[in-house]
């Protein structure tokens, strides 16, 4: 919740609330009759995201929860250079209109993007899951992610952190959840990782959130990568580790494992890259951290009732078997 100058407060779930602030931002930005039609809040795990319509315009705002603290994955307005450049290296991503690093209407940065024509294919995680994609879309979404590598981060974007330092971020973050039972299968991994960083291959653009969620599909192909606020300057093999590890069955909670049937097995989709990879299970068992780190992380918010999302509940039924997984790939 967010105080306003006038002492009133809102909320950014709550429609009526929103539907007010971007019809003044409507007004102010596109002049005093331009009317907001079609307000729908849009799913996801992390950050705030509004479709709406204005002047037959399909437009998306995103936002970070407010009161976030700000960092790479939360300061949205920096996405906006990342937008235009992607634009210009032929990669399908949704086309920047405004961005404000100071939103007043919205008391936090935003974006807003043109709403991508497609569907999404479905959140895997869902209770009752989602169709997978097309073989095909998989094995373009994989060419896709590999222009995605070849694109040069903007310039003013931060160094890339060692591999080392990014492998104690997760555990450090692994060791606040709120089920104990996790932390030593997570200091085992964190020990495996540690005694085989690999060589830092070439650093490029990382999306860190590559898999089918984040993905519009129209006509049997894939039209846009969305979700774009945890990308960084990095080593590109972090993707292709955490999409493989989110379609490898044996990560998941057995009554999970029939949501992703229908994808292709990790080998397959490394293959679907093109460029032959050095160190891929290491990268997959670094994701294996990651997600538990981030449920952990999720989880505990959600608990505390601080960001309620039963999502993560179902995530940590799957955690000992992303981690134990993640322990096996490393030998």
Known sequence: MSTRADGGTWRQDDAAAMQERLQRWAADTLGPNTVVDGLERMPGHSGITWA????????????????????????????????????????????????????????????????????????????????????????????VLARIHDSPPPSDWRAATPLA?????????????????????????????????????PLGLVHADFYANNWMVAGGGLVAVLDWEGAHRGDGRVDVGWIAMIYDRAS?????????????????????????????????????????????????????GRRPDATWEAFGESVPYILGRAVDLLG
């Open 165 to 201: 330092a990014v492998v104690d971020h997760w555990r450090k973050l692994l060791e606040e959840t709120p089920e104990p039972s996790w932390i030593p299968a997570g200091a085992a991994l964190h020990e495996r990782l540690r005694a085989a960083v690999p060589a830092v291959g």
């Open 252 to 304: 998941w909670h057995p009554a999970q494992r029939p949501d992703i049937a229908d994808a292709p097995d990790p080998e397959e989709l490394v293959a679907a890259y093109g460029t032959p990879l050095d160190d891929v299970a290491w990268f997959r068992a670094l994701a294996g951290m990651r997600l538990a780190a981030l449920t952990a992380h999720y989880l505990r918010m959600h608990r505390s």
């Open 52 to 143: 709406f319509t204005v002047d037959d315009q399909r437009l998306v705002l995103r936002m970070p929860p407010l009161g976030a603290r700000r960092s790479a994955a939360t300061d949205v307005h920096r996405q906006a250079p990342l937008l235009v450049a992607l634009a210009e290296h032929g990669v399908p991503a949704p086309t920047l209109r405004w961005s404000g690093e100071h939103g007043h209407w919205f008391g936090t940065p935003y974006l807003i993007v043109d709403r991508v024509a497609g569907a999404s294919p479905g959140d895997v995680f869902a209770v009752g899951g989602a169709p997978a994609p097309s073989r095909a879309v998989f094995a373009e979404a994989m060419r």
